[in-house]
């Protein structure tokens, strides 16, 4: 009887506060049930099981201050969520918890190629903002996976990596300003559009990167750059990956640091692609331990002289590694379909493990010049620990960002393999961390992470994220259990 | 006698306290009077007073962090110095306070060229810092005035700009990880040398810019980038802001994006620059009511084709802009001795202004695409204020940052022009604000633009300071007064 009353007086608490949420955002904007609440609570690997009271999708930041402000009175706690495509569990939510979506602020607000800058709202799809820079002549080089549906808020939220950071760096790097709504339901704007702003802390990049525990994002200004116009496309065979380490620092040298992609792939992975992807072939004429694919781009247009200084920097500086015997062969596309073909082999050597059984999936980074050393260590550590057990070593490593995954022992029971997850993960967490490397490079936190927080993180630093937490979010509102491991701190 | 007895004590906490510091850093280490302290409490602009008990001259972080904890059991509060070349009166310190100076903490640490990193303590001149790198063929791209007397980790502490930012960013942009020891002296060390790192908090980012108020910085790792080896320089006539606007974003296509200086001069200036300045030639055949410098760095060496591919693309990107009217007429250096004195106009420019009397100074910034509209604003506004007045707008049109620059009519008293600092100062910042600019472009707050912080800043913006500030150092022992406008929170 006593549990009957609670849930009763819970349910009219939900349903006191659905209420208002529905005055806020509108009925058909507040979803409590059925099929629309779904895709709001799958997550990518199906590790969590997600719930919530309702998701509210507001119009404009006035309608998420006012969600927030009311949650906050009732004391319920609130998850934003993008287009729901992390890996780590950030946007999982629990039955007590209010999901604000962002997918209606969806507007791309400005566009200035003079500037150099765009203005949007949280909700934007990545893809959606890509198109609208190109659209006027400017490169937003954010790009990633998930680009067709994840959202521009949730790439700030996570501060998202991808494939273009040796060049232009992360998310983080490629904002200049940002409006939140803040945990007591106010609305700071910091859309910033300058370069040069020495003015007091730096609000932007706390609240990027923090996964709406501080915060709740709901606009921002992007960095754009000259629109790319050539791109230099070339694989190499390299011997180690000492030698590809050797020959990334020439080429960045040689294209007047004009590289946007240095990918390592082991030899095991290219064959495996070759094996599995229809249409995939080895780009070189013999096989080779180890492959880089390298894409440099220019932004000068025409043909003839103009527009060919990229393509000849970059043929010398390949002639003089090998001429040094840094590379033992490279092919450079000579057409775009080519250039398309040889970028094809890097993704398909993801699609190709799926044919290899299982995968145990690492997003670890060390020093770039750590890169060889951590694939030494990591690899002689798994055949250690399971001597059947295959390493596929690829990634960018152009910034030390290596996907070092490890596809099961051919014959082995596919559950059986996954269930080394985490003696796995440790392995290769315990020796990225010794060369002073990241467990989690691009992915963040969420929830997956919090026990490698708690285990490499020192005292110091999580008592002053504990500090500005409770600084922010005195009343632990905003997606409580996330990023951070305090027990003491949940609600 | 009650304020002879009050000194009394004071003059024993000092002793004692003194005492107790000099435990720490050693005798010859503890400056408490004498021509030794003068260097420490000299200001640039002669505006403040400074004094102090002490200046504590500590040889690492473990004593900067025993410094500190002495100081907060004391109840005294710390001004942190770097190499006191600060224009804001950021190190400025009271009679009660303790600075503490890292000049002692002058070691390069480590210079790592295949990982594009290097790490060094907080003393570290900046001109060391550069010449580093450059030892190991790499560049640190931050380049300011000051240079050879400024300290790396004063750069970090306010996030100097200087004449790089177009294409390598600002301080902030520059470094990868700090170490800090924080206001109860316990020391974070936060040297990350990873580009990509997505765990937890940006408190890296939190204590660059904030001027010692937040934590005192004490070693740093850095990023470098390949040193450029060729330049291409030149000097372009254009008819108004908006035709040197229209001139930068097509160069920026041109370079693909290796623009490293783009800086606007108007006549006016360029012209005292060839009457004052001895050897200086107009570097154009005819006047131009505007001028732009434009530097374009290449990292390819070599002679005949390659390492020609910049020029090239400079040429073709200047030739196309000529025959298309938006520039009238253009130099490009044909050697290094040349280049050099194109870009001596620029600081020539500075130099002339000394020989026309009096000029009152701005460090302002507006949305790149804006420099046009402001600089004609603020030229129509302080012509109405002060008809004799003259404008001279010059500076880094690549990231708008214009230093609009007043000179005193002919024949006018210095001091009396002089008075009009202020109220000329409010003019351009309020246009500048108009235009979404910033009232401190790059030298940051310290005591001097603590009045614009309370006028621009929002009450929401001044909250979340205030709340940092206070999560992180509650008593308020650091650089109190500095960077808040928080009269109720002063020490």
Same mark, same amino acid.
């Given at each position: 009887?006593?549990?009957?009353?609670?849930?009763?007086?819970?349910?009219?608490?939900?349903?006191?506060?659905?209420?208002?949420?529905?005055?806020?955002?509108?009925?058909?904007?507040?979803?409590?049930?059925?099929?629309?609440?779904?895709?709001?609570?799958?997550?990518?690997?199906?590790?969590?099981?997600?719930?919530?009271?309702?998701?509210?999708?507001?119009?404009?930041?006035?309608?998420?201050?006012?969600?927030?402000?009311?949650?906050?009175?009732?004391?319920?706690?609130?998850?934003?969520?993008?287009?729901?495509?992390?890996?780590?569990?950030?946007?999982?939510?629990?039955?007590?918890?209010?999901?604000?979506?962002?997918?209606?602020?969806?507007?791309?607000?400005?566009?200035?190629?003079?500037?150099?800058?765009?203005?949007?709202?949280?909700?934007?799809?990545?893809?959606?903002?890509?198109?609208?820079?190109?659209?006027?002549?400017?490169?937003?080089?954010?790009?990633?996976?998930?680009?067709?549906?994840?959202?521009?808020?949730?790439?700030?939220?996570?501060?998202?990596?991808?494939?273009?950071?040796?060049?232009?760096?992360?998310?983080?790097?490629?904002?200049?300003?940002?409006?939140?709504?803040?945990?007591?339901?106010?609305?700071?704007?910091?859309?910033?559009?300058?370069?040069?702003?020495?003015?007091?802390?730096?609000?932007?990049?706390?609240?990027?990167?923090?996964?709406?525990?501080?915060?709740?994002?709901?606009?921002?200004?992007?960095?754009?750059?000259?629109?790319?116009?050539?791109?230099?496309?070339?694989?190499?065979?390299?011997?180690?990956?000492?030698?590809?380490?050797?020959?990334?620092?020439?080429?960045?040298?040689?294209?007047?640091?004009?590289?946007?992609?240095?990918?390592?792939?082991?030899?095991?992975?290219?064959? +495996?692609?070759?094996?599995?992807?229809?249409?995939?072939?080895?780009?070189?004429?013999?096989?080779?331990?180890?492959?880089?694919?390298?894409?440099?781009?220019?932004?000068?247009?025409?043909?003839?002289?103009?527009?060919?200084?990229?393509?000849?920097?970059?043929?010398?500086?390949?002639?003089?590694?090998?001429?040094?015997?840094?590379?033992?062969?490279?092919?450079?596309?000579?057409?775009?379909?080519?250039?398309?073909?040889?970028?094809?082999?890097?993704?398909?050597?993801?699609?190709?493990?799926?044919?290899?059984?299982?995968?145990?999936?690492?997003?670890? +980074?060390?020093?770039?010049?750590?890169?060889?050393?951590?694939?030494?260590?990591?690899?002689?550590?798994?055949?250690?620990?399971?001597?059947?057990?295959?390493?596929?070593?690829?990634?960018?490593?152009?910034?030390?960002?290596?996907?070092?995954?490890?596809?099961?022992?051919?014959?082995?029971?596919?559950?059986?393999?996954?269930?080394?997850?985490?003696?796995?993960?440790?392995?290769?967490?315990?020796?990225?961390?010794?060369?002073?490397?990241?467990?989690?490079?691009?992915?963040?936190?969420?929830?997956?992470?919090?026990?490698?927080?708690?285990?490499?993180?020192?005292?110091?630093?999580?008592?002053?994220?504990?500090?500005?937490?409770?600084?922010?979010?005195?009343?632990?509102?905003?997606?409580?259990?996330?990023?951070?491991?305090?027990?003491?701190? +949940?609600?």
């Amino acid at each position: 009887v006593q549990s009957n009353s609670t849930s009763a007086t819970a349910d009219t608490v939900t349903a006191d506060l659905s209420d208002r949420l529905a005055r806020i955002v509108g009925d058909k904007h507040l979803i409590t049930g059925g099929v629309r609440l779904r895709p709001h609570l799958e997550e990518l690997r199906g590790r969590y099981t997600s719930a919530c009271r309702a998701v509210a999708l507001p119009a404009d930041a006035g309608e998420v201050a006012a969600v927030v402000q009311t949650c906050a009175a009732a004391g319920v706690s609130i998850v934003a969520q993008g287009g729901n495509t992390g890996a780590m569990g950030g946007a999982v939510a629990r039955a007590e918890q209010v999901i604000v979506n962002l997918a209606r602020m969806n507007r791309v607000l400005e566009v200035d190629p003079v500037n150099y800058t765009m203005r949007v709202e949280a909700g934007c799809i990545l893809a959606n903002v890509q198109a609208a820079a190109a659209d006027a002549g400017r490169l937003f080089p954010l790009s990633l996976g998930a680009q067709g549906s994840c959202q521009i808020g949730g790439n700030l939220a996570t501060n998202a990596g991808g494939i273009n950071v040796l060049r232009y760096g992360n998310t983080r790097d490629l904002v200049l300003g940002v409006q939140a709504v803040l945990a007591d339901g106010r609305i700071w704007d910091g859309m910033n559009s300058l370069r040069k702003n020495n003015t007091g802390y730096d609000l932007k990049n706390l609240l990027i990167g923090s996964e709406g525990t501080l915060g709740i994002i709901t606009a921002a200004t992007l960095k754009l750059f000259p629109a790319p116009k050539r791109r230099v496309v070339a694989v190499a065979g390299v011997a180690s990956p000492d030698a590809a380490l050797d020959l990334l620092g020439r080429l960045r040298d040689a294209s007047s640091d004009r590289l946007s992609t240095f990918e390592l792939m082991a030899n095991i992975a290219v064959q +495996s692609a070759v094996r599995h992807i229809a249409g995939q072939t080895d780009p070189l004429a013999g096989e080779h331990d180890w492959y880089a694919l390298i894409v440099a781009d220019g932004t000068v247009d025409g043909d003839g002289d103009a527009g060919a200084g990229l393509r000849r920097d970059m043929e010398a500086g390949l002639a003089r590694a090998l001429d040094d015997g840094v590379l033992r062969d490279a092919v450079i596309a000579e057409s775009e379909s080519q250039a398309r073909k040889l970028i094809l082999l890097r993704e398909n050597i993801v699609e190709a493990q799926n044919f290899e059984g299982g995968s145990i999936k690492h997003d670890v +980074s060390v020093p770039v010049a750590q890169v060889p050393e951590f694939i030494r260590r990591v690899h002689a550590a798994i055949l250690d620990a399971m001597p059947a057990a295959r390493a596929y070593p690829y990634g960018h490593m152009g910034d030390g960002n290596i996907h070092f995954n490890i596809s099961q022992p051919p014959g082995m029971d596919k559950e059986k393999f996954l269930a080394q997850w985490r003696p796995m993960n440790r392995i290769v967490h315990e020796i990225a961390h010794q060369l002073g490397g990241s467990f989690s490079a691009e992915h963040g936190i969420g929830l997956t992470k919090l026990e490698e927080m708690a285990r490499y993180k020192s005292a110091v630093e999580l008592d002053l994220y504990r500090q500005i937490k409770r600084a922010l979010d005195p009343h632990n509102l905003l997606n409580p259990g996330k990023v951070l491991p305090a027990a003491s701190a +949940s609600r």
